[in-house]
């Protein structure tokens, strides 16, 4: 699908663009924006060319967070359906998904925010259940590491580079 980014602002959806992705170290660089919509659709923009040149449906619930694996051309993405999905983001085949934070409680799993390590297989998520969990692709997405304690929704999470 493609389409002007003027179109794109008169869409009623909300969205938010979630990353950006660079290629190609020597000019002409290209930047390609990634955003998630409350429709459960992602979106990936050509910067340059201010033209829409991927849009698929993730799933029938809001994707709140959503980043880009570069070096592995993936994109990745939560969603309140609780779920991480991962997808190639030249073919959109589904690399990978899998329940990531289900409910507890009364607590959703809601996907608040993914952070994707500059370096290591690794991807931190946190949401709506009070946790950060660390996943590792290289072990089939396998969670590392859960930190545990904190009192409200994890709204964002980083790497320290």
């Not at 923009?45 to 698929?56: A, V």
């Not at 799993?109 to 660390?134: E, F, N, Q």
């Not at 692709?137 to 590491?145: P, R, S, V």
Request: aromatic share 12%.
């Amino acid at each position: 699908m493609v389409s002007s980014w003027s179109q794109a602002q008169q869409q009623p959806p909300s969205a938010a663009v979630t990353d950006y992705c660079s290629q190609r170290p020597t000019p002409p660089i290209l930047f390609r924006l990634l955003a998630s919509l409350f429709t459960g659709v992602l979106h990936i923009w050509d910067h340059n060319r201010l033209i829409l040149i991927k849009s698929f449906e993730v799933t029938d619930r809001p994707v709140r967070a959503a980043k880009f694996i570069a070096r592995k051309q993936w994109v990745v993405c939560g969603a309140d359906d609780q779920h991480l999905h991962v997808y190639d983001y030249n073919t959109m085949d589904k690399v990978k998904q899998f329940e990531a934070h289900p409910k507890v409680g009364r607590l959703e799993g809601w996907i608040r925010s993914i952070a994707v390590h500059p370096m290591l297989p690794y991807v931190l998520t946190s949401g709506d259940d009070c946790m950060i969990k660390l996943w590792d692709w290289d072990k089939d997405w396998a969670c590392c590491q859960v930190f545990e304690g904190h009192y409200s929704y994890v709204m964002q999470v980083v790497f320290n580079p």
